[in-house]
Nanobody, 124 residues
Framework: QVQLRESGGGTVQAGGSLRLSCAAS????????MTWFRQAQGKEREGVAS????????DYADSVKGRFTISQDNTKTIVHLEMNSLYAEDTAMYYC?????????????????WGQGTQVTVSS
């Protein structure tokens, strides 16, 4: 089992920045991918940014490319999401997810473990 804990959410004005973190604990050696998803009110959960942890290969949704950066620490158990130039449309609950095996990185149903989420609110 793997436990994920997110931190760093909050309220920021449009154009501002926030940094989210996700700390993994438990059977972390089984994890090969960690991904940030978000879910806005009334919308489906969507993949935002992902990192293939063995080689630090990253993927991004088109809507955040050039604005968001995903990274991991040297232990590969903490993943950060640096969010810049935030828009009101980025307002959502942000979730950290992890999985052992492959498939499309943005598919919700391929993830084994989820955090509780952290709220990001961007005021315009």
């Amino acid at each position: 089992q793997v436990q994920l804990r997110e931190s760093g959410g909050g309220t920021v004005q449009a154009g501002g920045s926030l940094r989210l973190s996700c700390a993994a604990s438990g059977d972390v050696d089984s994890i090969q991918r960690m991904t940030w998803f978000r879910q806005a009110q009334g919308k489906e959960r969507e993949g935002v940014a992902s990192i293939f942890t063995p080689y630090s290969v990253t993927d991004y949704a088109d809507s955040v490319k050039g604005r968001f950066t995903i990274s991991q620490d040297n232990t590969k158990t903490i993943v950060h999401l640096e969010m810049n130039s935030l828009y009101a449309e980025d307002t959502a609950m942000y979730y950290c997810a992890a999985r052992a095996f492959g498939g499309n990185w943005s598919r919700v149903d391929t993830y084994d473990y989820w955090g509780q989420g952290t709220q990001v609110t961007v005021s315009s």
